[in-house]
């Protein structure tokens, strides 16, 4: 007989066992300050998070925060899955499955219309929920500092040959001796006076430029850019140090940079631009923060799918970025109410980036 679990809403009460119950069975570095953020911020009214006790044992959690979406220029709620856990001794019992159809019914009832996440378990979502899924991540590495990047990089050898972690080591000392000197050229090249930098951008700003990106790319599914939405995922998140970058060409803005630094490496969260004298700025801000803040890597992720993920690819690459090969997350979406079923479950439409990232 299948055993009947306790699921509730969690309370701050229950973040030290949380923090234990992740740290234990995900190596989890979240802090008690960082589940505060993410889930009991009382600004942030949809967000969700559920724990399942057997036998009073707490032994998982499952999440959702609230992102707004913009999709055909109309704006909806939508939901992340987050915090996906079930302690590993107590696989097996349906617990995953009451938690999240649980979820579910919660997501519905706060008129969240679509869930989506990141995951390297995309076959369970799948199967048991019906997700759509999809292997479309990619990502762009650029290696600056040796030190800093062989820190990185020595984990995923240890399984290979003294030899070749040598030859590997060897390459990649020389590639970042040259993106070192390369990026020193640039900097001397490429900042515009005609492009100012600031960082902070009004709302009516954003939603002009996404208008204006939008008509390139009008079957786009992004995320809702607006100064309350910032300044949570990016300025009061106390797992990272953020930046953000706003390039404007006379009045008009015309790039956008989000960048966020956590253990000597930089994510860029967004990037996006109208015209190159733009993304030619916001670049200098980015390669000035990698001499000065002494970073290893420099990472974007996006859709390989989407045009316009494409497009900021292409850019990047110019600059020495290289195809990371270290990939194992897929995104899964899962319509519950919006009218266009098919549209949703279109990856190419869908414009990713490091803010969709799991675990933030």
């Not at 995900?26 to 802090?31: E, G, K």
């Not at 097996?92 to 159809?101: E, Y």
């Not at 390297?120 to 479309?136: A, D, M, Q």
């Not at 990371?324 to 949703?344: A, C, G, H, Q, T």
Request: net charge positive.
């Amino acid at each position: 007989m299948d055993r009947i679990p306790s699921i509730r809403e969690a309370v701050i009460n229950d973040i030290e066992d949380i923090v234990i119950l992740h740290r234990k069975n995900l190596s989890d570095a979240r802090t008690d300050e960082v589940w505060r953020w993410e889930y009991f911020n009382r600004e942030r009214e949809s967000a969700f998070l559920f724990v399942i006790s057997d036998d009073s044992e707490l032994i998982g959690t499952q999440g959702i925060l609230p992102y707004l979406l913009n999709i055909r220029g109309q704006t909806i709620l939508s939901g992340k899955s987050e915090s996906t856990l079930i302690d590993k001794k107590k696989n097996g019992h349906n617990f995953f499955i009451n938690l999240f159809n649980k979820t579910i019914a919660e997501a519905n009832s706060k008129q969240i219309e679509i869930i989506w996440g990141i995951t390297s378990l995309p076959k369970i979502f799948k199967l048991l929920f019906g997700f759509e899924t999809s292997s479309c991540i990619s990502s762009l590495v650029l290696s600056y500092r040796f030190k800093s990047v062989e820190k990185t990089l020595v984990p995923h050898l240890a399984s290979n040959s003294k030899a070749y972690q040598s030859i590997i080591r060897f390459t990649l000392r020389i590639y970042c001796r040259l993106i070192s000197h390369w990026i020193d050229l640039l900097l001397k090249l490429i900042e515009s006076v005609e492009i100012r930098i600031s960082e902070t951008c009004s709302d009516a700003e954003m939603n002009t430029f996404f208008g204006k990106i939008r008509i390139n790319y009008p079957s786009l599914v992004h995320i809702e850019h607006n100064n309350k939405f910032i300044d949570w995922r990016i300025k009061a998140n106390p797992k990272i140090k953020g930046y953000t970058f706003f390039a404007f060409s006379d009045i008009q803005l015309s790039g956008i940079m989000y960048l966020t630094l956590k253990n000597n490496n930089i994510y860029i969260d967004e990037f996006l631009f109208i015209e190159k004298r733009a993304a030619h700025s916001l670049m200098n801000k980015l390669l000035s923060l990698c001499k000065t803040q002494n970073i290893g890597l420099v990472i974007y992720i996006g859709n390989k799918f989407n045009k316009l993920n494409q497009f900021v690819f292409n850019y990047l690459k110019l600059y020495g970025f290289l195809k990371s090969p270290f990939e194992n997350s897929d995104f899964i979406v899962k319509n519950l109410s919006y009218y266009d079923d098919s549209y949703i479950n279109d990856i190419n439409n869908w414009y990713i980036t490091h803010l969709y990232a799991e675990g933030i």
